[in-house]
């Protein structure tokens, strides 16, 4: 008898358990906020962060959450937007390797608090511009120790960058340092095609020793170390206005140690042997898990997949404040660990239980933090205010990103061999022409039918504002006073598809029955699965669209991104939603990608010859001009053709949101840093509630 | 016996063969350019980088050739040294799992194995007895709870009861945390006072004799365990009781209480050992697909098991992950099949191997 009631109990008591379980939590009962609208920036200088509101408290009760605080030494750090390729400086091109990087290596200068265009020395002292600004010239600051034991040199910075040039990955940012050194002509996409397009060869095979060597040799004569004069020159092609955020960047900083890297297997500096290194795979790499910088931290280990362990470097240089009020001596958090978590409701689970400090949250989950912000602000802690007083994170909001998404439209489309994203290839009402696009009225209906508004409400929680055109709000370029050309406007919408005129017959489509209006079309929007705001740009372009006449029909596919990137590569994609993040914030790092006619969106765009040609000579105009002032007038040229023309959907730029424990204070957002909430650990510091 | 053993062992190679043949010719559908996606996380910067990488992996030789030099292994051009090759030892570089896939996997497996065996006890324990004691009050109240039991445990997504025991168990009750150890005891883990015999934290842990750190590895297996098995109870209770129930209803069962045995003794002489021979099959194949990885309970659970290694690497077109890994898993599953086989001699003489 006894047995049974104990095996009754235990069955109670698991479905109990369970049926409980079942029971909606707190945090999720409260009806998500819509945060407010975004409030523009009003000098149009920087793209600075609006004043954050307070939370709304009305969403109904939560309950009170209270994280335990622990180990005041250590930060746990969870992202949860991938791992880093490698931890290798020159190879890294992604935001959660350089994110690292940034506290393992320095430059020799470095961003000025959030300012992402005022620099600081950092392992340089000082420096010197020659008039016709070809010439830079770095005193480097003396008795600046790596992490292993070495003595920073200023050949140890000539290294350095000219390693990163000749070891060159393919698809790696050493294209932006051809550009720097060598100029546009030679930006190549790897070492290898650089040695082609220098030498002129068709094959890299073909390339004689001696030529390898001169290229070497050119290289190393465009980075020359003074070790005596404790000076490094550099050479460039042409004035280049952003180069100190190169330098501040893994893409020229992140000095190494060349004694250590020789030591360990890396480029012995002779011209004869640089192709041993060239063009490597990430593991090929002696830096791939393995790091020895002067930055504020070591790396302790990276178990891939698991964590990524910072200690701080007990001989870290800096004696004096950063800035006024800044970090100096050794970092006080002397661990960091960094841990990647894709789940959402892993990492909210150890927020809530005080096991991480930081959590990634995308902008989707955004309202739901909305209700456990105690202390709401924006860049930095200065702006911050209070908010729930039952709340337990610091949350930083509204904070510009220079990050700007589009959606691509194709206007000469691939139909070689067949292509299913254009249906029948015809103006049949089954299909659309190839070059559908290349109507301007079509290019403006479809621009006219996508409710930005919606775009911007739903899927960025109200976080994000309607872009302008390739060129960022309040930077150089950026038109300010006007608003975006397009607003949803379903009425101007139809009118323009009548307008459009595909059979080429002249007559408009609103009068023409052999046109697009009477006809209708169909064709295919694609998105890699997985993508949630691009698969919900592309429905309510999709919804837009179909709205004004039944006889449209667009589909949206999820498809792998795999078939993606092949689809794109081909140029069979009619329309792509696609985003973009500044390497350094200039214009030209906004118009060349976008719009020229070999830039990484702007080959999917096809435009007809005389429009790229002369697109791809203001930009080169603009990388080579130095007057800021007529480069102002370049890259707004430049904007508004991009407007005029209606080259692409100029979709958002959307706001970031950065979530830490109300322990951790410290933090200041910096756009250029990578994965910038997870950036730059050397300033912070937890203290027990 | 030795020979059936023996002759199963000679299939191995064969059937590792056809299955890395079979993938192979699987993955030869896609284009190099679809294959190329693997090396790059965003659209490329530059035109031509994809045929770089193409070029550069020999992702457009024939499949035969890439297969071959999976075998056998590829010189580097530059450096002249051979890369890669099975035969050589080398199951190659994974992408996914940033390391060889040997080196992947000797990461990995033990954690796999720990969970799978922390989980696969009670599992199997539990839902056989709770199977046979479903059987034995047939149509009485606690056969019907037991059913409610384990439909509910059937239906409830793997995903759902995952997050619902982490939000309650870990987030507000914080007994249970996710992972596989707390922060403090993997510094000690990793640091050189702690000895790592076999990576599975619970039994290193005895074999250093820290029990606190045995106790935290504990504590972060309760939760992935407790997911696993209650799921997978219900599979096993359902198997057990409708095996039992068959048995039960036998005519030596009848002989046997006539025979005046009590009727613990009938059911587990008579009734339990022949109504487990299904349930060893269920069973064992339950612990073979825990040991090959579950990717749901680890990816909530954050427990870095094979499960999500495989998963990532598959959605990523990781060719040499996903065959390194399936020339493990079938290595498993043939070894786990054989180990099953054994055993039903074992526990029914009637059956003899030949």
Known sequence: ??????????????????????????????????????????????PVAPEPSAPTQSGGSTSKINPKFGNPDTLMVITGAGEPETLEPSWTYETAGSSIELNLYEGLVFFKREKFDEFIPALATEWTTSSDKLEMQFMIRPGIKFHKGGTLEPHDVAYTLQRSMLQGRLDGHQTILYETFFGPDLATASVKEFSKAYTGKENFEDITDAELKGICEDVKSKVIADDTAGTVTMKFHQPVPWILSLLAQNFMGAILDQEWMVENGDWDYDCTTWTKWADPAAEDSILFNQANGTGPYMLDHWTPNEEIVLTAFPDYWRKEPMWEGGPSGVAKISRVVVKNIDEWGTRLAMFEAGDADYIYVPAAYR?????????????????????????????????????????????????????????????????IPPDFFNDIHIRKAFNDCFDFNAMIEES???????????????????????????????????????????????????????????????????????????????????????????????????????????????GKLPVTVVGWVEDFHDPHNWAQPFLFSQGTDGRAINLPADLSAQIDGLILQGAKETDPAKRKVIYENLQKISQDEVINIWMYQALDGIHWQKWVDGFFYNPAFGNAEAAFFYGLTKVAP | ?????????????????????????????????????????????????????????????????????????????????????????????????????????????????????????????????????????????????????????????????????????????????????????????????????????????????????????????????????????????????????????????????????????????????????????????????????????????????????????????????VLGFTLFASFILVAGNLFVDVLYGAIDPRIRLE
């Open chain 1, 1 to 46: 008898m006894k047995s049974k009631i104990f095996i009754m109990f235990s069955i109670l008591t698991m479905i109990a358990l369970v049926l409980g379980g079942c029971q909606p939590l707190a945090i999720n009962e409260a009806p998500p906020t819509t945060a407010p609208a975004q409030d523009q920036p009003k000098d149009g200088s920087e």
């Open chain 1, 367 to 431: 309202p739901q933090m909305d209700q456990v912000i105690g202390t709401l602000c924006g860049i930095d802690e200065s702006s911050c205010q209070d908010g729930n007083p039952d709340g337990y994170v610091k949350g930083f909001r509204k904070l510009a990103q220079p990050f700007i998404t589009a959606g691509i439209m194709n206007w000469n489309i691939n139909v070689e061999g067949g292509n299913p994203y254009i249906g029948s290839g015809e103006l049949d009402g089954n299909g």
């Open chain 1, 460 to 570: 960025l929680a109200g976080e994000g504002f309607q872009a302008q055109g390739p060129i960022l709000k309040g930077m150089m370029g950026y038109l300010e006073g006007q608003p975006p050309a397009f607003s949803y406007d379903p009425a101007k919408c139809e009118q323009e598809f009548k307008l459009a005129d595909l059979d080429k017959d002249g007559v408009p489509a609103g009068e023409d029955e052999d046109d697009v209006w009477s006809r209708g079309f169909y064709l295919q929007i694609a998105y890699n699965t997985g993508n949630d705001t691009r698969q919900l740009s592309s429905e309510i372009l999709k919804a837009g669209v179909e709205a004004v006449n039944p006889k449209f029909n667009i589909a949206v596919v999820g498809m792998p991104w795999a078939v993606m990137l092949e689809s794109r590569r081909q």
């Open chain 2, 1 to 321: 016996m030795l020979t059936y053993i023996i002759r199963r062992l000679l299939l191995l190679p064969i059937i590792l063969t056809s299955v890395t043949i079979l993938i192979f010719a699987m993955m030869s559908l896609l284009t190099p350019y679809e294959r190329a996606s693997l090396y790059v996380s965003d659209i490329p910067k530059q035109s031509g980088a994809l045929e770089g990488i193409i070029e550069k992996y020999g992702l457009d030789d024939p499949a035969p050739v890439q297969y071959w030099y999976w075998l056998v292994g590829r010189t580097d051009p530059e450096t002249g040294e051979i890369k890669g090759g099975v035969l050589r030892g080398n199951l190659g570089w994974s992408k996914t799992g940033k390391g060889d896939v040997a080196e992947v996997i000797g990461r990995r497996l033990p954690a796999t194995i720990e969970l799978a065996l922390w989980a696969g006890i009670p599992m199997i324990a539990i839902g056989v007895w709770l199977g046979v004691l479903s059987a034995i009050h047939h149509n009485r109240l606690i056969d019907q709870l037991l059913r409610v039991f384990s439909i509910v445990g059937y239906s409830i997504p793997v995903f759902v009861f995952g997050l619902l025991v982490l939000l309650i168990f870990y987030a507000r009750l914080d007994w249970f945390p996710p992972g596989r150890l707390s922060d403090w005891a993997a510094q000690i883990v990793q640091s050189n006072n702690f000895t790592s015999y076999t990576r599975m934290y619970t039994v290193d842990a005895l074999l250093n004799g820290r029990l606190d750190i045995f106790w935290d590895a504990f504590i972060h297996l309760v939760l992935p365990v407790i997911t696993l098995a209650y799921l997978n109870w219900a599979y096993l209770l359902r198997v057990t009781r409708s095996s039992m129930l068959d048995i039960l209803r036998q005519d030596y069962m009848t002989t046997a209480r006539a025979k005046g045995l009590i009727e613990n003794v009938v059911i587990r002489r008579h009734a339990l050992p022949n109504a487990l021979i299904p349930v060893v099959t269920v069973g064992a194949l339950t612990l073979i697909g825990l040991l090959n990885g579950v990717v749901i309970t680890e990816t909530v659970f954050n427990y870095p098991g094979m499960g999500s290694f495989l998963s990532e690497a598959a959605l990523s077109l990781d060719v040499v992950s």
